[in-house]
C-alpha cells in the first residue's frame, strides 16, 4: 500500500508545484504622463529571472511563482516592488524619482518623508548633477537650491568657495560634507559620476544635529549603490571636448597706447621701444609722432583652448542577499594656458552590501583617489600689464626683456617667457586618498522597529608637491642666478566612530523615531618640506636635494610641522507627528573638544509644522493639494575658530621706562598679554516656513524667512594693556533673507516639461564687535572695513560724483592750494562734510561684495527620445575691487583696458565718469579707494545647455533595456556683466586681482546602460 501512496503524494505534490509556475503580462507607463515606458527591467525578486518591456511598454515573463514579487526597475524612476498573488496580468506605473511630499530624503543619520521635515531640505539628484560639466561636484550645484552661493574658480582642478546663508564668521566656515556617512572638509575628489543624490542642511534645526562642524552647512551626499533583485547592469558615460576663454578682456593696442601716453605728456617713455625695434609714423591731433612698430596682444599669445574628457564605467545590481556598485572613473582637464596645465583624477569606487539575515546587514564604501595637477604660474595680472610695444622674442629666438626698453622697476615684463620658466619643468602637485567605511545595522526589533548603527569611517591623505625654477636670464629684471627646487609633503589622518540607535513606532495616531547617537573623532595631520639651491635642471629623476652642487648649509632649508585635534560627541533627536498633520522636531548635541578651556559645547534645536491640507475643513478645496506650515529653531557650533594660543609676559628695562620732563627717566614695564581664551562660535537661527503644491501636483512652490545671527564671533581686538591684539569672542553678526522656490512639471502628450526657479534674498550685518568701533581689513589703499550697521569687510573709500570739466568747478568745491595737483579731467569725489578739502573725513562706504539676491533655473524639456536641458543663474548687488587699475597707484607706465581708452575724458562735457588719460595715472584718482574703483559685480549666466537623443534596445540583446544616449552641450556659453575684467566670481572680500576666468565648456557625450 506504502508503495502506492508515496508516488501518489509525489506525483500530487509535482502537478501543484508545476501548476504554481505562471506566466504573467502587463503594461508599464508612466504615472506622470500615462506615457508606455519602453526598456524597464521586470525580474522575479530574490533571482536573475526577468525581461523588459518592449517598444510599446509590453511585458510577458513565463514561470513565474504565484506567490513571488516583481520588481520593476527603470532609471529615472522609483523602484516598485508588486506581489503577484496568482494574477496573470499586472499593469503598473512608475514615477518619476524626484524628491515630492512623499519622498523618502536623507538627514543627518538617518532619513525622513519630505512631508514629515519641520526644516527646508533641497536635494540636488544625481541626474542633475551630471549635466554640468565641472571637476567639482559642488560647482553643479551652483544655481540648484535657494540660499547657497557657489563661487565657482576658473582653474583646473580647483575647488569652488561655498557660502550657505552668507557669511557669518570673520574665521570662515566652509560647509561639512557627509558623503555616505563620512566626513569631509571639501568633495572636490569626488566623481559625479559616482553620486545619487545631494541635499542640503542650510538650517540650524536641520544641521544641529552636527553641532560644531555645522555652522557653514552641511552637504549630504549618497553615492550610487546596487539594488536588490536588479540582475547585471553596465554602465559607461563619459564625454570628450574643449574648453575656451570667454569674455576676454580688451586691452590697448600699440596705436591706442601711445595715444594715451601722449596725452600724459609721456611720449618719451615710447622712444627706447622705437630704437630696439623700430617705429612707424603716427599723427594724433594734427601732430606727427614715431610710434613703436611692435604690436603684441599678450592674451592672444598666451591664451589656447583645452581639452577635457571624462570617463566613467560602473557594474551594479544584486540578489536577494547582496547589493553592489562597482566601478571606475578618469578626468582630464587642461588649463585655457598655452602651457602644460592640467588637471586629473582618477577613482575607483566600491560599494558592497550584504544582508545574510532579515535582522541584521552589513556594508562598505571604498573609494581610492589619484590626482595631479600642474600650476600655471601667476601670470593673469602680467597679461594685464605687459605693454603691446614690446615684442615676445628678439629675432634670434630669445625671449626680449623690458629694462632696455625703459620698464626698469614695476609689474611690467615679459608674461610669455615667465609662463615658460614657471610651467616648464615638471612642477606638479600630487595626491593620493583613501576613504572608506564600513558599518552594521541590526534590527533588534521586528519590522526595524529598534535599529542599532555602528560606522567605522576612515579618511587618509597623501599629498606631495615640487616646484623647479631653473637658472635662466632674459634681463636683469627677469632673471634667475641659482636654481631652486622646492619640495612638500603632507599627511592627514581622520577616523570616526558613530554609534547610533534608532526607535521608530506608531501607537494610533501617534507616530514618532527616536535617535540616540555617540561619535569620535580623531585627526592627525603632518607637513614636511623644505628647499634646496643649484640643483641641476633635466629630467625629472635629477629633481632631487641630494643633488645640488653646493652641498653649503645655507643653501638648504628644512621644514617640519602638524597638529592634532580630538573630539567626543553624544547626540539624540525626537520626530513626532500626530495623525501625519502635527509635526515636531528636536535635537540635541554636545560636541567636546581639546581645542578651548570651554571643553563642552551644547548646540538645541527645535521645529515644529503643521500639515493643513490634511485637516478635515481642507477636504473639499480641490485647488490645494498639499500645504504645510513650518518654523524652526536652532543652534551651530563652528570648528573653524583656531586654537587657543598665546602668552603672558611682562618686558621691563630702559625701551619700557616713562620719561618725565628732559631728563627723568622713571623705570617701567609694559604687560603683553597675548592669551586668547576662546569658544566655540554659536550661530543661532530661525526659520519660518511653508510648501504649497496645487495643480494635481503640477505646481509646488516654497517660502522660507531665515533669521541668523552669529553670537561669540571670534574677531580681532586690539589689546587694552599693551601692543598688538588677540582674537576675542566678542562679536556679533547678523544674516536674514528669505528664499522662494518654484516648480512646475506637465506634459502634453508625448511631450513632457519640467521648470524650476529660485531666488534668494540676504542681508549681511555686523551688530557687535566687542566696543570697537570698526575693524580695517586690506592696505591703505584699498581698505575694506567691518563696522557696526554695515556688511562685513565694506569698501571703504570716497564717493565719485562726476568728473571735473572746468577749473571753474574745481576751485568752486576744493581748497585748490590742498590739492594743487587736480586739474580737469580727474574725478571729482563728494565732500562730505564740506569743508573743501577731500581727505579720511570723507570716506563712506561703498558696498560689499556680498551679493543682495541671488538665483538660480532650471528648464528640462522631453519629447520621445529627445531631450533638451538649460539652467541660468545669477547674482546681484554684490561689489568687487577692480584692483589691476588700482595698482596703476604705484606703477603708472603698464597697459590700460580698452574701456579706459574708449571712454576717457578729452575735453569739457566728453564724459563725467571717467578720468583722462592723466588722471589715469595720477594718484589723487587712484588712493585711497574710490567708487571708480569699485565695481558692480552682478551678473547673469546660462550655465548649461544639453541636447541628447536616446536609442533604446538599440545593442544585441534587447531584452536587457539597453539604452544608447548622446548628448551635446555647452557649460558656461553666455555671461552677462558690467565688471571690467574676465569674470565677476570672485571669492573672498572681493579684490579681482589677475582672477582665472570661467571656461566655456563645449562638449560630446554618451552614456550606454546595458
Not at 252 to 270: A, H, P, V
Not at 355 to 367: L, V
Not at 700 to 709: G, I, L, M, Q
Request: net charge negative; no cysteine; glycine share 10%.
Amino acid at each position: 500500500m506504502k508503495k502506492i501512496i508515496i508516488p501518489s503524494l509525489l506525483f500530487l505534490l509535482l502537478t501543484h508545484t508545476l501548476w504554481a509556475q505562471i506566466t504573467v503580462r502587463g503594461i508599464v507607463s508612466s504615472a506622470d504622463d500615462g506615457s508606455t515606458l519602453p526598456g524597464v527591467s521586470v525580474v522575479i525578486e530574490g533571482t536573475t529571472t526577468g525581461t523588459t518591456t518592449d517598444i510599446d511598454g509590453n511585458y510577458s515573463l513565463n514561470n513565474v511563482p504565484e506567490n513571488a514579487n516583481l520588481v520593476f526597475s527603470f532609471i529615472g524612476m522609483q523602484r516598485v516592488v508588486v506581489p503577484v498573488e496568482g494574477r496573470t496580468e499586472i499593469n503598473v506605473s512608475l514615477r518619476s524619482d524626484m524628491i515630492g511630499i512623499d519622498e523618502v530624503v536623507v538627514i543627518g543619520y538617518g532619513t525622513a518623508r519630505s512631508s514629515d521635515l519641520t526644516a527646508p531640505i533641497p536635494v540636488i539628484s544625481g541626474t542633475d548633477i551630471i549635466r554640468n560639466i565641472t571637476t567639482s561636484p559642488t560647482s553643479a550645484l551652483q544655481g540648484a537650491a535657494p540660499g547657497i552661493q557657489i563661487i565657482n574658480r576658473g582653474a583646473p582642478g580647483s575647488t569652488p568657495e561655498v557660502i550657505v546663508r552668507g557669511i557669518g564668521s570673520m574665521q570662515g566656515a566652509q560647509p561639512l560634507y557627509v558623503v555616505d556617512g563620512m566626513f569631509y572638509d571639501n568633495i572636490n575628489w569626488l566623481s559625479p559620476n559616482d553620486i545619487e543624490s545631494i541635499a542640503i542642511l542650510k538650517d540650524a534645526s536641520a544641521a544641529s544635529i552636527y553641532g560644531v562642524r555645522a555652522a557653514g552647512g552641511v552637504i549630504l551626499v549618497e553615492t550610487k549603490q546596487g539594488r536588490r533583485g536588479e540582475g547585471i547592469i553596465i554602465e559607461y558615460d563619459g564625454y570628450t571636448g574643449y574648453n575656451s576663454t570667454s569674455n576676454i578682456m580688451r586691452m590697448t593696442n600699440t596705436e591706442q597706447y601711445s595715444t594715451l601716453l601722449i596725452e600724459q605728456g609721456s611720449y618719451s617713455r615710447l622712444i627706447p621701444s622705437v630704437d630696439l625695434w623700430g617705429g612707424r609714423d603716427f599723427t594724433l591731433n594734427g601732430e606727427n609722432y614715431v610710434i613703436p612698430a611692435t604690436d603684441t596682444d599678450w592674451y592672444d599669445e598666451l591664451l589656447g583652448t583645452g581639452m577635457v574628457m571624462n570617463h566613467s564605467l560602473t557594474f551594479r545590481g544584486g540578489t536577494e542577499t547582496t547589493r553592489y556598485h562597482v566601478g571606475g572613473s578618469y578626468l582630464s582637464e587642461e588649463g585655457l594656458l598655452n602651457s602644460n596645465e592640467r588637471f586629473e583624477r582618477a577613482n575607483l569606487k566600491a560599494s558592497v552590501n550584504f544582508n545574510p539575515y532579515s535582522f541584521i546587514d552589513f556594508g562598505t564604501n571604498i573609494i581610492l583617489n589619484h590626482n595631479l595637477s600642474r600650476d600655471q604660474g601667476s601670470v593673469w595680472g602680467g597679461m594685464y600689464t605687459a605693454v603691446p610695444t614690446i615684442p615676445v622674442r628678439e629675432e634670434d629666438g630669445t625671449y626680449a626683456g623690458v629694462i632696455q626698453a625703459g620698464y626698469q622697476v614695476g609689474p611690467v615684463n615679459n608674461p610669455v617667457a615667465i609662463l615658460d620658466f614657471s610651467t616648464g619643468n615638471h612642477n606638479f602637485t600630487r595626491g593620493t586618498n583613501l576613504m572608506y567605511n564600513a558599518h552594521a545595522n541590526v534590527n533588534l526589533l521586528s519590522d526595524n522597529r529598534l535599529v542599532f548603527r555602528t560606522q567605522f569611517s576612515h579618511e587618509l591623505r597623501n599629498i606631495s608637491s615640487r616646484v623647479y625654477e631653473p637658472v635662466y636670464f632674459v634681463d636683469d629684471k627677469l632673471r634667475n642666478e641659482n636654481s631652486t627646487l622646492r619640495k612638500t609633503h603632507n599627511y592627514y589622518s581622520s577616523v570616526h566612530l558613530d554609534h547610533t540607535l534608532t526607535f521608530r513606532e506608531s501607537l494610533g495616531n501617534h507616530n514618532f523615531t527616536l535617535l540616540g547617537g555617540f561619535s569620535t573623532r580623531q585627526v592627525d595631520a603632518r607637513n614636511l618640506g623644505g628647499s634646496a639651491r643649484d640643483v641641476p635642471g633635466g629630467p625629472p629623476e635629477f629633481f632631487y636635494f641630494g643633488n645640488a652642487t653646493d652641498p653649503d648649509p645655507a643653501n638648504f632649508n628644512v621644514f617640519d610641522g602638524g597638529f592634532a585635534e580630538r573630539g567626543v560627541s553624544a547626540f539624540g533627536r525626537l520626530m513626532y507627528n500626530f495623525d501625519n498633520k502635527y509635526l515636531l522636531n528636536t535635537t540635541y548635541r554636545a560636541d567636546g573638544t581639546d581645542k578651548y578651556s570651554e571643553t563642552w559645547g551644547y548646540f538645541p534645536s527645535l521645529g515644529i509644522g503643521w500639515v493643513a491640507s490634511q485637516e478635515n475643513f481642507m477636504a473639499d478645496v480641490d485647488f490645494v493639494n498639499f500645504l504645510k506650515l513650518r518654523a524652526s529653531w536652532g543652534q551651530l557650533g563652528n570648528n573653524a575658530v583656531p586654537r587657543e594660543s598665546g602668552t603672558r609676559e611682562v618686558f621691563t628695562g630702559l625701551n619700557n621706562s616713562y620719561i618725565f620732563g628732559n631728563d627723568m627717566i622713571v623705570p617701567g614695564y609694559v604687560s603683553s598679554v597675548f592669551f586668547n581664551e576662546l569658544q566655540w562660535e554659536i550661530t543661532e537661527e530661525t526659520n519660518i516656513g511653508i510648501e504649497f503644491s496645487t495643480l494635481d501636483e503640477r505646481l509646488f512652490a516654497e517660502v522660507d524667512w531665515f533669521n541668523r545671527v552669529t553670537k561669540n564671533a571670534a574677531i580681532w581686538t586690539s589689546n587694552l594693556m599693551g601692543a598688538g591684539g588677540l582674537v576675542r569672542n566678542v562679536g556679533e553678526i547678523l544674516n536674514r533673507g528669505t528664499e522662494f522656490s518654484l516648480s512646475w512639471k506637465d506634459n502634453a502628450g508625448d511631450f513632457t516639461y519640467s521648470i524650476r526657479g529660485n531666488l534668494a534674498t540676504l542681508h549681511n550685518e555686523v551688530l557687535d564687535l566687542g566696543g570697537q568701533p570698526y575693524i580695517d581689513a586690506g592696505s591703505a589703499e584699498f581698505r575694506r572695513r567691518s563696522q557696526v550697521g554695515h556688511p562685513l569687510y565694506s569698501f571703504y573709500g570716497y564717493r565719485v560724483i562726476g568728473v571735473y570739466q572746468t577749473w571753474e568747478e574745481i576751485f568752486e568745491h576744493i581748497d585748490t592750494d590742498a590739492h594743487p595737483q587736480v586739474q580737469p579731467g580727474f574725478l571729482k569725489f563728494e565732500d562730505v562734510n564740506g569743508d573743501g578739502i577731500i581727505d579720511e573725513n570723507d570716506r563712506q562706504f561703498l558696498g560689499a561684495n556680498i551679493p543682495k539676491f541671488t538665483y538660480g533655473g532650471q528648464v528640462s524639456l522631453e519629447y520621445r527620445n529627445f531631450d533638451l536641458f538649460v539652467s541660468v543663474y545669477g547674482v546681484h548687488g554684490n561689489k568687487l575691487i577692480n584692483r589691476l587699475r588700482g595698482n596703476r597707484a604705484w606703477h603708472a607706465d603698464y597697459n590700460f583696458d580698452l574701456d579706459l581708452y574708449e571712454n576717457r575724458w578729452t575735453g569739457e562735457g566728453s564724459t563725467n565718469s571717467y578720468p583722462s588719460a592723466t588722471g589715469m595715472v595720477n594718484s589723487w584718482n587712484l588712493t585711497p579707494l574710490n567708487s571708480f574703483l569699485v565695481e558692480d559685480g552682478s551678473f547673469f549666466r546660462i550655465q548649461n545647455i544639453t541636447l541628447g537623443y536616446t536609442f533604446r534596445n538599440l545593442l544585441p540583446g534587447s531584452q536587457t533595456g539597453s539604452t544608447v544616449r548622446i548628448r551635446f552641450a555647452a557649460q558656461n556659453p553666455v555671461t552677462f556683466f558690467k565688471f571690467n575684467g574676465f569674470t565677476p566670481e570672485v571669492t573672498g572680500q572681493g579684490e579681482a586681482a589677475g582672477v582665472y576666468p570661467i571656461p566655456t565648456s563645449f562638449i560630446v557625450g554618451l552614456n550606454i546602460t546595458y
